[in-house]
C-alpha cells in the first residue's frame, strides 16, 4: 500500500498498525475510501474497526492527505442546539 510509505509523516498510521494490526488497518482504509465515495460515514469505521473515535479521525485525515482527497468532504457537520431550528422537527409532545 502507497499509505504505509507515509508511516513517517503520519504517526497515527504506526499507531494504528501497532495497537490494532495491518487487517484493522486495511479494513479501515477500506472504508475510508468508501467514505470518500460518501458511503460510509466515520463513525461507522470507528464501529466496524474498534478504534477510538479519534483514532479514526486523525487516520481519515491522513489517509485524505495521502491520497489527496477532497477534505471538505471529510469534515463532519457538528450541529449544536443553539444551530439547530427547533420548528424545523415536527414533534407532538403532550404532557400526562
Same mark, same amino acid.
Given at each position: 500500500?502507497?499509505?504505509?510509505?507515509?508511516?513517517?509523516?503520519? *504517526?497515527?498510521?504506526?499507531?494504528?498498525?501497532?495497537?490494532?494490526?495491518?487487517?484493522?488497518?486495511?479494513?479501515?482504509?477500506?472504508?475510508?475510501?468508501?467514505?470518500?465515495?460518501?458511503?460510509?460515514?466515520?463513525?461507522?469505521?470507528?464501529?466496524?474497526?474498534?478504534?477510538?473515535?479519534?483514532?479514526?479521525?486523525?487516520?481519515?485525515?491522513?489517509?485524505?492527505?495521502?491520497?489527496?482527497?477532497?477534505?471538505?468532504?471529510?469534515? *463532519?457537520?457538528?450541529?449544536? *442546539?443553539?444551530?439547530?431550528?427547533?420548528?424545523?422537527?415536527?414533534?407532538?409532545?403532550?404532557?400526562?
Amino acid at each position: 500500500m502507497a499509505v504505509l510509505s507515509h508511516r513517517d509523516e503520519y *504517526p497515527v498510521i504506526d499507531r494504528v498498525l501497532e495497537e490494532h494490526g495491518l487487517l484493522t488497518f486495511a479494513l479501515a482504509h477500506d472504508l475510508v475510501m468508501d467514505h470518500n465515495d460518501g458511503d460510509v460515514p466515520i463513525r461507522q469505521i470507528s464501529d466496524l474497526t474498534g478504534l477510538s473515535s479519534g483514532m479514526t479521525y486523525d487516520l481519515v485525515d491522513a489517509i485524505y492527505a495521502i491520497r489527496d482527497f477532497d477534505t471538505t468532504a471529510s469534515s *463532519p457537520e457538528t450541529y449544536t *442546539p443553539s444551530n439547530v431550528d427547533s420548528d424545523q422537527y415536527d414533534v407532538d409532545v403532550t404532557e400526562e
